[in-house]
């Protein structure tokens, strides 16, 4: 019995291993890491929004999902998730179950996957991936789509508003888009 246990611990550990060598892959190509967003952020993030029951929100790297399953209680709205780094998409996952959400998480590559159909679309990505997405973003998103960036700014859009990082409210920057 004693063995069983042992052996059954060390795959746990190998597997989880795993999970954390593929994680730091995939952060490493993608160029940005699974940092999760403070609470007061999210927060500022969602009001600023002004996100309205049944809207359309993405999530582009949508970590362990907080800011949907936030965004779903407190406001009605369908979300989508996407997250390709395992460890961040099985916390998503975990979260997602335990909160009983109904938004979708997709264990997938959002630039591989088309925006058009987005009202809404929260990004916390790096500077590099930014830089990339812009383009995906100015050809498939619609008039009226709304973007909301944590602490990086989206090359090539021009903010209509912008809330600097405010260190007393620990909020950090964020940057709201319209199409």
């Known amino acids: 019995m004693y063995a069983m246990f042992i052996n059954a611990l ?4 190998l597997v989880f291993t795993l999970l954390l060598l593929c994680t730091a892959v995939v952060n490493m190509i993608s160029g940005s890491p699974f940092v999760p967003s403070n609470r007061r952020t999210l927060d500022l993030m969602l009001k600023e929004a002004h996100l309205k029951k049944g809207a359309l929100v993405y999530d582009l790297g949508c970590g362990d999902g907080r800011l949907l399953i936030r965004a779903e209680k407190k406001c009605g709205i369908k979300g989508i998730g996407y997250e390709n ?3 961040a998409f099985l ?3 975990l979260n997602k179950f335990f909160h009983r959400s109904h938004v979708s998480l997709r264990f997938k590559n959002f630039f591989k996957s088309s925006l058009k159909d987005a009202n809404f679309i929260f ?3 790096g500077p590099e991936v930014q830089v990339k997405l812009a383009p995906k973003l100015k050809k498939e998103c619609r008039r009226g789509t709304l973007i909301i960036s944590n602490t990086f700014h989206l090359p090539g859009f021009k903010p209509f508003k912008t809330f600097p990082k405010n260190k007393k409210n ?6 709201i888009y319209k199409i």
């Open 170 to 175: 620990k909020t950090k920057t964020v940057y």
């Open 85 to 87: 780094a395992p460890i």
């Open 10 to 13: 060390l795959i746990l550990i």
């Open 123 to 125: 990004l916390y990505l």
């Open 91 to 93: 916390l998503a996952l």
